[in-house]
């Protein structure tokens, strides 16, 4: 079956335009995730997604990120007002059970997002 | 939240060499697992360790989960450059994954 699929692979834009990346996940996969990896750097969790409960949102990095998972399955990590520090590879994962049942996360390709 | 440490950050060997990795916490986990990245790619399960003191072998490499479920360590065999990559651990209760270390071997 199909992976994580993420779009666009990468994206260029303006300081100051906001930006939206989207994030397919495997189908049937309850959870989701968001993480940020900046240039040589591990991943910086950003916000998750199980089932119908609330996102955590303890990683977002400021109220200019947001996230949003549309009948449980296509989430959207949209930034407003870029900044250069935004720039970085955005990558998503999906797992079948939430992490405290023991999961798997299966990793989208990412999307560079340079912000000019 | 858990606060997983991975050292050595960096390291470079030469092909054949053997070396070992950690991930560190003053935390308990029911489990932890290691991942791998290679450049331009998502990260890849490798191994999920569960029981205190359990080893597990992937063929080159054996990984190793501490008895106090605190730590654990991957060892690589004769290091080939296909293992060049970034090796992150990260515990099954929280989403976070250690800083990790980069890996390369070189030919």
Redo the contacts between chains.
Sequence with gaps: GAGVSQSPSNKVTEKGKDVELRCDPISGHTALYWYRQSLGQGLEFLIYFQGNSAPDKSGLPSDRFSAERTGGSVSTLTIQRTQQEDSAVYLCASSLVPPDRGYEQYFGPGTRLTVT | TQLLE?SPQFLSIQEGENLTVYCNSSSVF??L?W?RQEP??????LV?V?TGGEVKKLKRLTFQFGDARKDSSLHITAAQPGDTG?Y?C?A?????????T?LTVKP
């Design positions: 991975q029911s489990s697992q991942y331009g790619e998502g990260p890849v399960l999920t569960v970034l992150l990260a099954n209760n929280d989403m976070r994954f250690g800083a990790g980069r």
